[in-house]
């Protein structure tokens, strides 16, 4: 989500161990973690959805989206936050709501947002794709000097804990958690190389991770924009009722829709101006971007993914 802050501090000119040996500012005692808006899906189908935003001091780093499946004797999450401290505050959220304890857990990619508070639940299984459990072992660690640095704080119980599970890219594999059939379903590279979506056909429901989101710009810092468009393509065909996306409210299968043909319409401008002969900075000034200025992190990520998409188009022309 916050690409534009990975890219400056793990990037080649990147200065990410300089910032591990600045000091971090106390944390006040009367600073909370923010509550999660809790959405009931139906009897056994919570969403738990995190503000809008960077990670912050404010905020604690907690700004994702999470879901809760309650099945026969325990919990299935998708999606743990950024730090072990926001995974107890999600446990504790979880306590509110079953007294079922969390059994297994499904990461939808390897961005720490959505991984480490994996470490608060020692001992549930940890489900994911195959190249997320690749990248969190490579990567986990510098998501975690993100977080302390973008929340002015340490995080000392927080580590990168991989799946123990694993399934390979570009499958569907039918399974049954605590009683719940479900598809785990691992695209072609699309928001990360490691994408995994959960949807449960008994209820018509899509868990994304950041293959879809709402009210904010997705980031094309790890993607591969044409293959995303692809899979958006492939949830159009799927009978879905409701979404619970990476960030951001609810969706509804015709806000897919919405989400496709924007990125397609982009793309498409972006490629049409390589074509031309133009650079990235060029082609901007040619693109209708007016319905994605109404969305959060417009500014600083916009040109970002501008010029990814851009790189994307130049390497596959070769």
């Given at each position: 989500?916050?690409?534009?802050?990975?890219?400056?501090?793990?990037?080649?000119?990147?200065?990410?161990p300089l910032?591990l040996?600045?000091p971090?500012?106390?944390?006040?005692?009367?600073?909370?973690?923010?509550?999660?808006?809790?959405?009931?899906?139906?009897?056994?189908v919570?969403?738990?959805?995190g503000?809008?935003g960077?990670?912050?001091?404010?905020?604690?780093?907690?700004?994702?989206?999470?879901?809760?499946?309650i099945?026969?004797?325990?919990?299935?999450?998708?999606?743990?936050?950024?730090?072990?401290?926001?995974?107890?505050?999600?446990?504790?959220?979880?306590?509110g709501?079953?007294?079922?304890?969390?059994?297994?857990?499904?990461?939808?990619?390897?961005?720490?947002?959505?991984i480490?508070?994996?470490?608060?639940?020692p001992?549930?299984?940890?489900?994911?794709?195959k190249q997320?459990?690749?990248?969190?072992?490579?990567?986990?660690?510098?998501?975690?000097?993100i977080?302390?640095?973008?929340?002015g704080?340490?995080?000392?119980?927080?580590?990168?804990?991989p799946?123990?599970?694993?399934y390979?890219?570009?499958?569907?594999?039918?399974?049954?958690l605590?009683?719940?059939?479900?598809?785990?379903w691992?695209?072609?590279?699309?928001h990360?190389?490691?994408?995994m979506?959960?949807?449960?056909?008994?209820?018509?429901?899509l868990?994304?991770?950041?293959?879809?989101?709402?009210?904010?710009?997705p980031?094309?810092?790890?993607?591969?924009?044409?293959?995303?468009?692809?899979?958006?393509?492939?949830?159009?065909?799927?009978?879905?009722?409701?979404?619970?996306?990476?960030?951001g409210?609810?969706?509804?299968?015709?806000?897919?829709?919405?989400?496709?043909?924007r990125?397609?319409d982009l793309?498409?401008?972006?490629?049409?101006?390589?074509n031309?002969?133009?650079?990235?900075?060029?082609i901007?000034?040619?693109l209708?971007l007016?319905?994605?200025?109404?969305?959060?992190?417009?500014?600083?990520q916009?040109?970002?993914?501008?010029?990814?998409?851009?790189?994307?188009?130049?390497?596959?022309?070769?």
């Amino acid at each position: 989500m916050f690409s534009k802050m990975y890219r400056l501090l793990t990037g080649p000119f990147g200065f990410l161990p300089l910032l591990l040996l600045l000091p971090l500012t106390a944390v006040q005692a009367e600073e909370q973690i923010p509550e999660p808006a809790v959405e009931k899906i139906n009897d056994r189908v919570y969403a738990l959805l995190g503000p809008i935003g960077f990670p912050s001091k404010e905020n604690h780093g907690y700004m994702v989206n999470s879901a809760v499946l309650i099945g026969d004797e325990g919990v299935v999450l998708i999606d743990t936050g950024f730090s072990n401290e926001i995974g107890r505050h999600l446990k504790n959220t979880i306590a509110g709501i079953t007294d079922k304890p969390v059994t297994h857990i499904i990461n939808t990619h390897h961005h720490g947002d959505h991984i480490l508070g994996n470490s608060a639940f020692p001992d549930a299984e940890i489900i994911s794709s195959k190249q997320c459990r690749e990248l969190v072992e490579k990567e986990g660690h510098n998501w975690i000097g993100i977080l302390n640095n973008m929340t002015g704080k340490e995080h000392p119980d927080t580590r990168p804990v991989p799946a123990q599970t694993v399934y390979p890219q570009e499958s569907r594999t039918d399974v049954t958690l605590q009683g719940i059939p479900m598809e785990l379903w691992a695209p072609a590279g699309s928001h990360t190389p490691g994408d995994m979506m959960v949807y449960l056909p008994q209820d018509k429901l899509l868990i994304s991770g950041d293959i879809l989101v709402k009210k904010m710009i997705p980031s094309f810092v790890d993607a591969h924009v044409g293959s995303w468009i692809d899979t958006l393509a492939q949830i159009e065909k799927r009978e879905i009722e409701t979404v619970i996306p990476g960030h951001g409210p609810l969706m509804t299968l015709a806000e897919v829709k919405a989400m496709h043909q924007r990125m397609a319409d982009l793309y498409a401008g972006i490629e049409a101006g390589y074509n031309q002969g133009l650079m990235d900075s060029e082609i901007r000034k040619t693109l209708d971007l007016s319905q994605w200025k109404k969305m959060k992190e417009f500014e600083g990520q916009m040109g970002i993914n501008i010029n990814r998409a851009y790189l994307e188009i130049e390497r596959e022309s070769f």
